[in-house]
């Protein structure tokens, strides 16, 4: 079975700083982790995903994370965060060849100008 | 690609009635497709998953007979609320994974729809 953690329920920070969401998972096989972001009052849009490969993947809007298995994390990072990036934002795993995936509980970044 | 629709995005009902939420990959077929239920504030939490052609499995604590789920087809699943009550309230999502290939490991979500139920 598998487990999501997503220890800062809330982020604020000022714009144009950088930001870390954290996620800590818990696998006894080999994973897949994700990342979705949510707007108010709208369904999840994938963010960017590790399957295998490269432990660094990005997303076309500057978000990028890093898949870090001996600390088992899967860290988000940007830059440079916007005013537009205020969503709520979802860390998932799920385990390898299955479809099943485990939500941590959210994490809202509020960008403050 | 890969986009999911679902019907209707907010719906009112009143207690008692039933109501159904349709769920449809526009462009790819799903085999398997999945409902969530999201709480204000809260994460997604797995209603059941759902093969076309075959029934439902549903999570634990997730009440069968109340909360219907069809997989008629390889782009459609529907939710049927049943004699829904105020604490059915909520945010439904559902999810759909593709058929072959690496697009198996990625679900693709629906935009979700808000029962409220007076």
């Known amino acids: 079975a598998q487990s999501v953690t997503q220890l800062d329920s809330q982020v604020p920070v000022f714009e144009e700083a950088p930001v870390e969401l954290r996620c800590n998972y818990s696998?006894?096989?080999?994973?897949?982790l994700f990342w979705y972001v949510q707007y108010p009052n709208q369904g999840l849009q994938l963010l960017l995903k590790?399957?295998?490969?490269?432990?660094l993947v990005e997303s076309i809007n500057g978000f990028e994370a890093e898949f870090n298995k001996s600390q088992t994390s899967f860290h988000l990072r940007k830059p440079s965060v916007h005013i537009s990036d205020t969503a709520e934002y979802f860390c998932a795993v799920s385990g390898a060849g299955t479809y099943k995936y485990i939500f941590g509980t959210g994490t809202r970044l509020k960008v403050l100008a | 690609g890969a986009v999911v629709s679902q019907h209707p995005s907010r719906v009112i009902c009143k207690s008692g009635t039933s109501v159904k939420i349709e769920c449809r990959s526009l462009d790819f077929q799903a085999t398997t497709m999945f409902w969530y239920r999201q709480f204000p504030k809260k994460s997604l939490m797995l209603m059941a998953t759902?093969?076309?052609?075959?029934?439902?499995?549903?999570e634990q604590g997730v009440e069968k007979d109340k909360f219907l789920i069809n997989h008629a087809s390889l782009t459609l699943s529907t939710l049927t609320v049943t004699s829904a009550h105020p604490e059915d309230s909520s945010f439904y999502i559902c999810?759909?994974?593709?058929?072959?290939?690496?697009?198996?490991?990625?679900?693709?979500f629906g935009p979700g729809t808000r029962l409220t139920v007076t």
């Open positions: 696998s006894s096989v080999s994973v897949y």
């Open positions: 759902s093969n076309e052609g075959s029934k439902a499995t549903y």
């Open positions: 590790y399957l295998s490969g490269s432990t």
């Open positions: 999810s759909a994974t593709a058929m072959t290939g690496d697009d198996r490991t990625e679900q693709y």
